[in-house]
């Protein structure tokens, strides 16, 4: 058996969620605690009969739309090392195994089965086996089977691959910390000495059309590093028929969504921040916003719709917003068109639409320009926070509401097929390194600035002016 490679299943994938599984339309198995059916559909079934639809049998390999939903979902109701241990178990003993008088030929031929589902759960979640009794589990069941120079080979391979993408995550993780760090140094120095600022963005690039390519890079490399199962972990709750007193939540569960949001944030804040610097004068100012009036409307040519959503975030700040001798100066034409996009009436409807258009592009696309769809991640977290808070995990009877995780597995799936794309533009070091260490003002530190630029207009802004000077801004 070759190595399975899953990447270009993905949109067959995404598509194909909402069928469900094996063409059954009954209760079955495992007495009252079996599988439901309606239409052909998988729509319910206890924890311990969905963990036995996912073991291979001499006869039986799951479809590809279910193991994926039950290993995404199925954390939510038990470890993934419970887990991996429960399918071990039944791997060994249900197929004998570790039997020395099982039949040569009978496990020759269940063995490809078995290596199957393993392949697909270390490429689909290899974060999983950051977890040491994970890769032990694993370990252990492959050494059962490896009898034969082919197994041996299919097994040391998906090995080393999982050992390359773990050992690839933990660089990017010491990547950041660096980046992190490096930002919060140049904001010290630029604190202690405000009127020392010697480059800003315009000063680095002033051409809209590469800084959105840079962004774009940003935004692909972050977003390939999160794991599918990061957006299930992030609303994980206690399971009510979980005896385990300990806490699901771990920090690194999430790390890779949450630095994702960071970005966002920080791009928000150092847009808000190249426009509120107090060195600048009212033209600079009116030509930085432009700049970046270009810059995200070329995100948006791109695909890149989360660049676009943090740019139009930080122009719509209250320390810019409030700038109007400012935007007095500025052609806002191109502004408002991409102001549309930001509208939330209608839940959305006109970011909707356009990034509808987006991904209708990128299925048909010919080249990897056309490929690229990068959503507003927030939004798409926010529909998977709803989608999970809408309906319960679990039916009256304690069944896993398995309807309620396709639904989720097919979001999460249109996810993966986005966040494969490799980003087609050259790499600008320069330009990357000013846009993740660029020092970034805190909200008070840009009021601050903003009112140096222009101003107190009212009562109110005369107020926070004053309560801000005379209290150390947190930075």
Request: with cysteine; charged share 25%.
């Amino acid at each position: 058996m070759g190595h399975l490679t899953l990447s270009h299943q993905w949109v067959t994938l995404s598509s194909n969620l909402s069928i469900g599984v094996p063409n059954q339309t009954k209760e079955e198995g495992y007495g009252n605690a079996g599988l439901c059916y309606r239409d052909n559909a998988l729509v319910s079934g206890s924890l311990e009969a969905l963990i036995h639809h996912l073991v291979p049998s001499m006869d039986y390999y799951p479809d590809m739309t279910y193991s994926f939903t039950f290993l995404l979902s199925s954390r939510l109701f038990i470890h993934p090392y419970e887990l991996m241990s429960k399918v071990c178990h039944l791997c060994v003993e249900q197929q004998r195994l570790s039997d020395p008088q099982a039949d040569k030929m009978r496990i020759r031929k269940l063995a490809p089965r078995i290596l199957q589902l393993l392949q697909e759960w270390t490429e689909t979640f290899p974060y999983d086996y950051r977890d040491e009794r994970m890769m032990r589990s694993l370990k252990e069941l492959t050494q059962r089977m490896a009898s034969g120079d082919e197994v041996q080979k299919v097994v040391h391979q998906m090995i080393q691959v999982l050992i390359r993408k773990l050992t690839t995550l933990s660089q990017y993780e010491e990547a950041l910390v660096k980046v992190n760090a490096t930002a919060t140094d140049r904001l010290t120095v630029l604190k202690a000495k405000p009127q020392a600022i010697q480059r800003d963005m315009l000063s680095v690039c002033n051409d809209p059309f590469t800084v959105a390519q840079q962004l774009t890079h940003i935004e692909l490399e972050r977003l390939s590093y999160i794991g599918p199962e990061e957006f299930i972990q992030a609303f994980e709750k206690k399971d009510p028929l979980d005896n385990d007193k300990s806490c699901f939540i771990d920090h690194k569960k999430t790390s890779n969504l949450e630095a994702y949001v960071e970005w966002f944030n920080r791009l928000s804040f150092m847009v808000a921040t190249e426009i509120c610097m107090p060195v600048k004068k009212k033209k600079q100012r009116a030509r930085v916003m432009e700049f970046f009036i270009d810059v995200a409307r070329e995100c948006f040519n791109i695909g890149n719709f989360n660049s676009l959503m943090a740019i139009i975030s930080g122009m719509n700040m209250s320390p810019v917003s409030r700038l109007k001798k400012t935007w007095s100066k500025v052609k806002t034409d191109k502004f408002d068109i991409l102001e549309v996009y930001m509208d939330p009436s209608g839940n959305f409807y006109n970011y909707r639409t356009a990034f509808r258009g987006a991904t209708q592009r990128s299925r048909t696309a010919n080249s990897t320009r056309e490929k690229i769809v990068i959503p507003f991640f927030s939004l798409l977290i926010k529909d998977i926070y709803f989608l999970n808070e809408g309906c319960s995990n679990r039916m009256q009877n304690g069944h896993v509401n398995f309807e309620k995780f396709w639904e989720m597995a097919k979001r999460v799936s249109e996810f993966m097929v986005w966040k494969k794309v490799e980003c087609p533009f050259e790499k600008d070091r320069k330009i990357l390194q000013y846009l993740l260490t660029a020092p970034v003002f805190s909200e008070d530190t840009l009021c601050l600035a903003s009112y140096d630029s222009e101003g107190p207009e009212n009562n109110m802004e005369k107020d926070r002016w004053k309560s801000l000077r005379y209290v150390p801004s947190p930075g």
